[in-house]
Structure formats: structure tokens, C-alpha cells
């Protein structure tokens, strides 16, 4: 398969669908569970320092170069840093209950931080907590209204929620604002795709090819041949993203599929 194949008519006839598998109900903070594809838990890097960066994330993702202010994260308290550390690792071992508490003594010094609380939401939201992240999406928000990560986790929660319309809505009011975010693009193909609206992922599939090869097109391309019953070129364009762009660090695109069964949750990052 090469690249080319993205620029070409469609022309696989639709195959059996495959039934989506039902989402488990959320489950208590301290579970072992995967989902959704929070900005915090995606880091293309996957560094611990960058592991709840919401700069990092709109470095990636938001398809706009960084202002100063979102070069870097800021963290100069030390009990700050070590906290975020410490959590991450608890996170990336899906030990919500241990990685929520390894941020307590970060918050009696710095409440407000926005590393921190964007930390807190991306564990409650993984655990299954959507409500409880929320309102501090919200406030990350409120704090930084020119960000691209907090309005796109507030479209995920969304999404995790099974809240089609809503999550479709949140997606292009976010592409409105930053319309080089193949990210969003992909999310809206992706719940086309779910709600069985063809035509509608067709025509977006064609506006993402048109800005050229990225992971974006190539996961997109697995996601309409899952839809088509053809698990083999899934499998395909998921690979081909790996060798193109770099193994491992297609998590966020991976994942996104994963949440709706199109993929095995655990089988990332792929094995050379």
C-alpha cells in the first residue's frame, strides 16, 4: 500500500459491517480502564514532563505554531514538579487512585496551576469521572480562552459519553477556531463514521486528503475501512502510519479507535 492510494477514488464496495462493541458504564476511580483520548494521557513524546502539558498538546495538535506564552510548560515550585512526576508515572500504570493522591500536596501550594488541575481532569476523566472533569475543563478553559487542549477535552467528554451531535458540534466550533487542527478533522470523520453517516465522513475524508499525507488522513483511512468490513487494510493504514510517522507516537489517533472497538485497546504501541 502506498500513499498514493489516499488521493484516489473510493471504490471498495461496502462489505459486512462489523458491530460496534458496547462501551462498559464508567467504573470507580482506581479501575483499570482506557478511555477516551484525553490531551493530558497523549503526549506524542510520552515524557513525564510533558505527560499533562496542555502546551505540549496544543504544540501538537492544535495545527498553529506556539505563542510565547505556550512554549513550555512553566513549573518552578519543586513540590509542584515532583508531584506532576509522580503522578504520571501512576497514570501511565492506569493507578488512578494513587496518581489523583500524588497531587495533593501540589494543590496547598499551587491550587490554580494550570498544569495541575488539567492533571486532576485527565485522571478523573480516564477513570470514568467525565462529570467530575468537567468543570475543570471549564475553568482551564475560562483561564486560557485561546488554548486548543481544554476545548478539545471538553468535546471529548463528549465523545466518551456517547453524545454524538453534541461531541460534532464541540469539534467544528474547535476546527472554526483553529482550522489546521487535523486532530478535529479526524474526530468528526470518526463520528460520522459511528453514526453511519457515510456520505457526510466522505466528504470530510476528501478535505483532509486535500491537505496531504499526516496521521490524521492515515487513521481516518483505517476507520473507513473498518466500516467496510475490510479489517485487513485497517490493519494496513495503521501500520503504514507507524513506518511514516514515527512508531509509537500515533497514540492519540490509535486510541480514538480503540474507544469503539475498531482496534485492540491494548495492542498499542504496534510490535516492529
Not at 153 to 182: G, K, V, W
Request: hydrophobic content about 45%; proline content about 6%.
Amino acid at each position: 500500500m502506498t500513499t498514493a492510494r489516499l488521493f484516489r477514488a473510493a471504490s471498495c464496495p461496502l462489505l459486512i459491517i462489523l458491530l460496534i462493541a458496547a462501551q462498559p458504564p464508567a467504573k470507580a476511580l482506581g479501575e483499570v480502564i482506557a478511555r477516551g483520548s484525553i490531551s493530558g494521557s497523549m503526549d506524542a513524546d510520552s515524557s513525564l514532563e510533558n505527560t499533562f502539558s496542555t502546551a505540549k498538546f496544543d504544540l501538537d495538535y492544535s495545527g498553529q505554531p506556539a505563542t510565547a506564552s505556550k512554549q513550555a510548560p512553566v513549573r518552578t515550585d519543586p513540590t509542584v514538579v515532583a508531584a506532576i512526576r509522580k503522578a504520571g508515572q501512576y497514570f501511565r500504570q492506569r493507578d488512578f487512585v494513587d496518581a489523583a493522591n500524588a497531587l495533593r500536596p501540589a494543590f496547598a501550594v499551587a491550587p490554580d496551576s494550570i498544569d495541575l488541575l488539567n492533571a486532576k481532569a485527565s485522571i478523573l476523566a480516564e477513570s470514568g469521572s467525565g462529570a467530575e472533569a468537567r468543570p475543570l475543563y471549564q475553568k482551564i478553559a475560562a483561564a486560557e480562552p485561546g488554548a486548543f487542549a481544554p476545548a478539545y477535552d471538553l468535546a471529548e467528554l463528549l465523545l466518551m459519553d456517547h453524545r454524538f451531535e453534541d461531541a460534532r458540534t464541540a469539534y467544528q466550533d474547535l476546527l472554526a477556531r483553529f482550522p489546521d487542527s487535523d486532530l478535529a478533522r479526524f474526530k468528526i470523520i470518526l463520528i460520522d463514521i459511528l453514526e453511519k453517516k457515510r456520505i457526510e465522513a466522505g466528504t470530510a475524508m476528501a478535505e483532509l486528503k486535500k491537505r496531504g499525507p499526516s496521521p490524521a488522513t492515515y487513521y481516518a483511512a483505517a476507520a473507513e475501512a473498518f466500516d467496510h468490513g475490510d479489517i485487513g487494510e485497517e490493519k494496513d493504514w495503521i501500520e503504514e502510519a507507524e513506518k511514516d510517522f514515527g512508531a509509537g507516537r500515533q497514540r492519540i489517533f490509535y486510541e480514538s479507535l480503540a474507544d469503539f472497538g475498531f482496534v485492540d485497546q491494548t495492542a498499542y504501541p504496534l510490535k516492529q
